[in-house]
């Protein structure tokens, strides 16, 4: 929901196999101290947004499990991301330079 916002000095969103649905939520934009992000095994999907590319501390995204169709070339500017795993997502294409 839109109130994650909120919670700006949150570190770690770790919503794994709640069955939730849809895109990412735009409520996880503001959290600027994020590093781990996991959303894997849920019913995620469509495009990752451009703006996570924003969350700079990001060390960790885990959405693997869910649907989505592609990852942006803003990921690429996450110089602290160590792990990214998008397994068993509904990806086409191949990845953007600024990742692959």
């Known amino acids: ?49 451009q703006w996570l590319g924003e969350l700079e501390e990001l060390k960790e995204i885990n959405l693997s499990y869910n649907s989505f169709v592609s990852i942006p070339p803003s990921v690429g500017r996450l110089r602290n991301l160590t792990e990214l795993n998008v397994y068993s997502n509904a990806l086409v294409g191949p990845l953007v330079e600024e990742i692959g």
């Open 1 to 49: 929901p839109e109130s994650l916002g909120k919670l700006s000095g949150l570190r770690e969103l770790l919503l794994t196999g709640n069955h939730i649905s849809g895109p990412l939520s735009e409520g996880i934009r503001p959290l600027r101290e994020l590093r781990i992000l996991s959303a894997s095994k849920n019913q995620m999907a469509g495009t990752l947004p």
